[in-house]
Structures are given as structure tokens and as C-alpha cells.
């Protein structure tokens, strides 16, 4: 078998050659049942330099090579972050997600501008949300353009959440502070439990305040990679 040829072998430097003659002995030393994996990852190597050296580097420190995989949520989500909310008691969605009255804003837990009049519809429908226990949400960025559609078929049971843990994301961001949720003027998406809406609060960093929208499930147009999606975690 033909390793190189004598040119290359030439421009190799004394400790380069030194270390291709350690790397032949160990290769003799391989068992041949193994020879193939041998080789489909020299492959690799040498066709994807960058991103294989650093997942041989971690698998050689025992840790997971590919931590970006195991943190994908899906083909059209990547994983951002996991947040832990504590439990929540009964919950009125129309208690909170009400526009902020001007004489209050400055004392307010939350500044909300806007609310679509057909998440008060929803609202009106819905009543009162039970009670939950702690629960792990996981925050996604979009890695490509998407309707709403597929995303919430891939996330499967981990799709939807509630009013509730919307609420209690947004009272720690209540005056647009930097957090888990995006205040760059980008979305901050949510598939809304036992419903075919999706519920979209945004940032708006001119008037200094949250507004809300609902999309249905089937709309029609794609969304661009630069919104976040909140769903269920695996955890917890």
C-alpha cells in the first residue's frame, strides 16, 4: 500500500516523519477486523479537517464528541439553552397579557403594549390554567427559514406550553431586560397548549414594551431564521 509518495515524504520535516513512522507501526498493529473504521476516520479527517479534529480532541478527553448533536432539537431547530420554572399555581391568562395602563408603567412587573384581540378571544375561551409542577423548558434558535407547521411536528410532545410559563418568563424580562427571552426585536415563539395557535411576544425596544400576536398553526407564510422557539425539555 502506497502511503505517500516520495516527494511528499521529502517535504515533511524531520519530527513529521518521525511521527508518520509511529503512526505506520501502530497502524500494523491494528486488528484487522478494525482496519475499515481505521479508515473511514482518516478519511474524514483528511475531507473535514476542522470539525472532526475537534471531536477527536474531545473524544480523546473522554467527553462527548458531539455535544452539539445530542443538543439539537431538531432538523429545523438548534438548541440554545434548558431554563427550569418553578411550579405555578392555578393561572388566568386574562388577569395578565392586558395593556399596561400609562400611570402605572414605571411600577409595573411587566410593560405590555399590545395584545392581539384574537389571543383575547382565546383567552376568553380558556379560562383558568391548572396548576403544574417544575418544569425544564428548552429554548431554540431557528436554523433555517420554517413554516410553523413542520417545527411543531418534529418537537412532537415537547411542542406545547402554556400562557403561564409564558408569563413567568416574561415577569423576569418584565421591562425589557436582557434574559432568556430575545429583546433585539426578533420573536419569541410559543405553541399554546390544547389550542392551533401559535403566540409570538416580542420586545419593542421604541415604545418600551412586550406585545403579543397569535398566529395560527397553519399559517401560510415561513418565518426566518433569526426567531427563537420555547418548548418542553426532555428533563425534569
Known amino acids: ?52 479534529a475537534e471531536a477527536i480532541k474531545r473524544f480523546l478527553r473522554k467527553e462527548n464528541p458531539w455535544p452539539e448533536v445530542v443538543k439539537t432539537v431538531s432538523k429545523l431547530l438548534v438548541f440554545v439553552k434548558e431554563v427550569e420554572l418553578s411550579a405555578i399555581g392555578a393561572f388566568t391568562p386574562a388577569d395578565k397579557f392586558k395593556v399596561t395602563p400609562e400611570k402605572v408603567k414605571k ?25 403544574r409542577d417544575a418544569e425544564m423548558l428548552r429554548i431554540s434558535r431557528m436554523a433555517k427559514a420554517s413554516k410553523f407547521a413542520p417545527i411543531i411536528r418534529e ?33 419569541n415563539l410559543f405553541f399554546i397548549e390544547g389550542t392551533d395557535w401559535v403566540l409570538r411576544c416580542g420586545w419593542d425596544s421604541d415604545d418600551r414594551c412586550w406585545d403579543f400576536y397569535v398566529c395560527p398553526v397553519s399559517f401560510s407564510l ?7 422557539w420555547v418548548s418542553l425539555a426532555d428533563s425534569l
Open 1 to 52: 500500500m502506497v502511503v505517500a509518495d516520495v516527494k511528499t515524504l521529502r517535504r515533511l520535516t524531520m519530527s513529521q516523519q518521525d511521527m508518520l513512522r509511529k503512526i505506520l507501526e501502530k497502524l500494523l498493529a491494528v486488528p484487522a477486523g478494525m482496519l475499515g473504521m481505521v479508515y473511514d476516520l482518516l478519511k474524514k479527517m483528511v475531507d473535514e479537517p476542522e470539525e472532526w
Open 155 to 187: 418537537l412532537g410532545d415537547k411542542a406545547a406550553t402554556t400562557f403561564g410559563r409564558v408569563w413567568q418568563m416574561i415577569e423576569k424580562q418584565g421591562h425589557g431586560e436582557e434574559g432568556d427571552l430575545l429583546v433585539n426585536g426578533y420573536a
Open 107 to 131: 411600577t409595573a412587573d411587566v410593560i405590555v403594549g399590545y395584545v392581539d384581540p384574537d389571543l383575547q378571544a382565546i383567552f376568553d375561551g380558556r379560562g383558568i390554567e391548572p396548576a
Open 222 to 228: 415561513g418565518w426566518h431564521a433569526v426567531h427563537q
